[in-house]
């Protein structure tokens, strides 16, 4: 009998504690979905169009997403890509992260640029759609990027870099789930507003060849 009771008052206290904790899971998970800001603020607030935000929230699944570092700015990517196309014509760097709030099923998304002194040849590999923009664009439905050339503003000299900004989802590539082309759309929408915040930001002549709004029919 008393060893009943015993089991007893643990299975108690254990049901307890899983209680407790289902209970502090979803306190954390309030108090990070209260503390998430909208796409356009992401980034140092330049960077996610409405339209960008739209197309992350088909993405991720979430309309808010854990606040950037206040050094996840393309502000900040510009000033790097300057310094070093100064001292070399090649060099890469991120841009920025984007996280889901705690308790929302998802990943992380990356964006990064990549600095290039030569035009890119040749069309973008098999994984890619062909898009019309910048010097050379594609999308998929995991991934998308788009390549501009930049002369003027923060960029001394006369020839002109070449810069891929890339978006990529953090987690290992898996089969997508949903609407294939309106995720390939998706991506490149986003990799567009990227790649138009950081044109302007740097002052490439004529925003780098990019228009205002993304080409998003194959080319």
């Given at each position: 009998m008393r060893r009943a009771t015993a089991g007893l008052a643990m299975a108690v206290s254990l049901a307890a504690g899983v209680v407790g904790c289902g209970e502090d899971e979803k306190s954390r998970a309030e108090e990070a979905w209260e503390q998430a800001v909208p796409p356009e603020r992401l980034c140092g607030g330049a960077a996610v169009s409405a339209r960008a935000g739209e197309a992350l929230e088909l993405i991720t699944?979430?309309?808010?997403?854990?606040?950037?570092?206040?050094t996840s700015t393309v502000a900040d990517?510009?000033?790097?890509?300057?310094?070093?196309?100064?001292?070399?014509?090649?060099?890469?760097?991120?841009?920025?992260?984007?996280?889901?709030?705690?308790?929302?099923p998802g990943?992380?998304?990356?964006i990064t640029w990549r600095l290039s002194g030569t035009a890119p040849t040749g069309g973008p590999s098999s994984r890619y759609t062909a898009l019309r923009m910048g010097e050379q664009a594609g999308t998929a439905p995991d991934r998308a990027f788009v390549t501009f050339a930049c002369q003027g503003g923060e960029l001394p000299g006369l020839s002109p870099a070449h810069i891929d900004i890339h978006v990529n989802?953090?987690?290992?590539?898996?089969?997508?789930?949903?609407?294939?082309?309106?995720l390939k759309k998706a991506y490149a929408t986003v990799a567009h507003s990227f790649s138009l915040a950081m044109a302007k930001e740097m002052g490439c002549e004529g925003d780098g060849g990019l228009e205002a709004q993304p080409s998003l029919d194959p080319a």
């Open positions: 699944g979430s309309s808010r997403f854990e606040a950037s570092s206040e990517a510009a000033q790097e890509l300057s310094d070093q196309f100064t001292s070399s014509f090649t060099g890469h760097g991120d841009i920025c992260r984007v996280f889901t709030p705690v308790g929302v990943d992380s998304m990356r989802f953090g987690a290992v590539p898996t089969e997508p789930e949903g609407d294939v082309e309106a």
